[in-house]
């Protein structure tokens, strides 16, 4: 099965990571959880909720990954962003046409890795429609999926979100039975 990487820094969105997380566990695809920090830490998340990674970024990125998926809320997307390892990452699982995805103010880290030129994408209002990226198109829509780039809106479409993940990974069938599960 599929191998995930999501990261989580201080101040991360609970709702996005945790669905994002649970919702992929469900489908028995492969999720690592990494925390920023040097020494594997409880993340404290933007509504107060504590959340314990599995393992540091840093021992993460030992391993390969199929796909990227970055939580936003603030200051969390502030933490992605300003990552170089996150940044590198990005950049090279673009190089090697790997699933790229982000939600709410985290496609912020995706545009300053340059891999949203010339694709749609969307974001929680006022992040990328405010930024000036050559050739990207802003399309408002909660889920936006181009080739191996998918972006989110925000907490209200993080279900949305994590469903197309599992989809893009295993097929519309696991995404259906992942859903009717929900009872949604």
Known sequence: MANVLVPLAQGCEELEAVTIIDLLRRAQINV???????????????????????????????????????????????????????????QQMAAVD????????????????????????????????????PGMNFSGEPVTIDGKIITSRGPGTALDFALSLIEALGGKTLRDQVEQALLR
């Open 32 to 90: 690592t959880v990494a925390g920023l920090e040097a020494e594997l830490s409880p993340i404290t998340a933007s509504r107060g909720t504590t959340l314990l990674p599995d393992t540091t970024l840093d021992q993460a990125l030992a391993s390969d990954y199929d796909m990227l998926v970055l939580p936003g809320g603030l200051p969390g997307a502030d933490h992605l962003n300003d990552d170089e390892r996150i940044i590198k990452l990005i």
């Open 98 to 133: 790997k699933y790229i995805c982000a939600i709410c103010a985290a496609p912020r880290a995706l545009a300053r890795a340059g891999v949203l030129e010339g694709k749609r994408a969307t974001s929680y209002p006022g992040t990328l429609d405010k930024m000036d990226i």
